[in-house]
């Protein structure tokens, strides 16, 4: 048996790798939604001199909003505005043509002057919620552009000039944009090739390419949930309740080493039985209305944020961005932020 010394080694390597860059970062700073608003985005947005490229999975903002009247502002002061749109965000697997939303959003961002493509077809949703600015600073985050996410709903997002991370990011961005023409009609099916090209990041935690590996583990790598020594605290609007793979098979066995586990999951239909595949794991959980936030805190010292939730598509299937950090000021608000959370969470009923 691979002892739990072993496998922590092992993500530690892993982990250094993530955080390499991370000495030669200037901007790092965090902020929590709903209370932070909107101002992190149009701030980050308004310092654009050059390029915005921006994954958007849903933007149900008015043309008026600020966050969309910056995008505006930037594109007329020069700055070119390229955004990856996904054309079918509901339930469905398929939107041909795209869904109304994703029409009307389609249609918002267009008339704000930016490029806009449909999602690479590669993959069943494109879900990712990050910005890269001037290729410089990035906007790492678990947020939809939608009223919501700015008035009640927890999310999280960190901002940062980190140039391991503005660095990949530029890399998937660019390979899921690839060289073929923008859309010219927002009602229109998609017709774009798909290009399902597998990359290396040592950065960021990208679906398909790394994320079950580096949340959840693998043969290979054990992940953040699989070397957790003391503490998990999962925060996280919907987790995979199998019992055969994913996260309830890690949360058990974390259980098994002693860890303690703690989590959060949005109050819907199905809450009740993620909570109790979590219980039946030996771990602890509660329901919180308003809760989409993507959120792992491994023994206090290392965080995931991103657009990944701990289910099969998120980790296999779907485009997702998302970032592994050991950063203490960040580990220390998200963190607090979630023991407060927890304090006022219910136990789910349906």
């Avoid at 906007?139 to 999280?156: A, G, H, K, M």
């Avoid at 899921?176 to 960021?204: E, F, K, M």
Wanted: hydrophobic share 45%.
């Amino acid at each position: 048996m691979v002892s739990a010394r072993f496998q922590a080694g092992v993500l530690s390597v892993v982990l250094c790798l993530l955080a390499a860059a991370k000495a030669d970062a200037q901007l790092l700073t965090s902020f929590i939604e709903p209370g932070a608003g909107r101002d992190p985005i149009t701030s980050a947005v308004g310092q654009a001199t050059q390029s915005i490229d921006v994954y958007v999975f849903t933007l149900t903002l008015p043309s008026d909003d600020p966050i969309v009247a910056a995008l505006a502002a930037a594109v007329s002061s020069g700055v070119t505005v390229r955004a990856i749109l996904e054309p079918c965000p509901g339930e469905g697997s398929s939107c041909i043509p795209p869904d109304a939303a994703a029409v009307d959003a389609c249609q918002i961002l267009t008339q704000a002057g930016a490029m806009v493509k449909w999602a690479n077809p590669a993959f069943i949703k494109t879900h990712a919620k990050t910005t890269l600015i001037d290729g410089t600073r990035a906007l790492v985050t678990t947020i939809n552009l939608e009223p919501s996410s700015f008035t009640v709903r927890r999310d999280y997002g960190v901002y940062t000039d980190d140039p391991g991370i503005v660095q990949e990011l530029g890399r998937v961005f660019n390979q899921d944009w690839q060289g073929d023409d923008l859309i010219s009609d927002c009602t229109q099916a998609p017709s774009r090739a798909p290009d399902a090209t597998v990359q290396s990041y040592n950065a960021l935690v990208v679906t398909p390419d790394n994320a079950r590996d580096l949340l959840i583990g693998s043969s290979a790598v054990s992940g953040l949930v699989g070397t957790a020594a003391s503490t998990l605290l999962i925060q996280m609007e919907k987790l995979d309740t199998q019992m055969s793979r994913g996260v309830i098979p890690a949360l058990r066995d974390a259980v098994r080493r002693g860890v303690t586990v703690q989590v959060l999951v949005k109050e819907t239909t199905g809450s009740l039985a993620q909570a109790n595949a979590v219980i039946g794991a030996g771990g602890q959980a509660l329901c919180q209305r308003d809760l989409h936030a993507k959120l792992v805190i491994a023994d206090g010292q290392r965080l995931f944020l991103g657009s990944q939730n701990l289910t099969q598509d998120s980790l296999d299937f779907r485009r997702e961005i998302g970032w592994i950090t050991s950063a203490a000021d960040i580990l220390a608000s998200f963190g607090g932020t979630f023991g407060s959370d927890w304090v006022a969470a219910a136990a789910c009923t349906r």
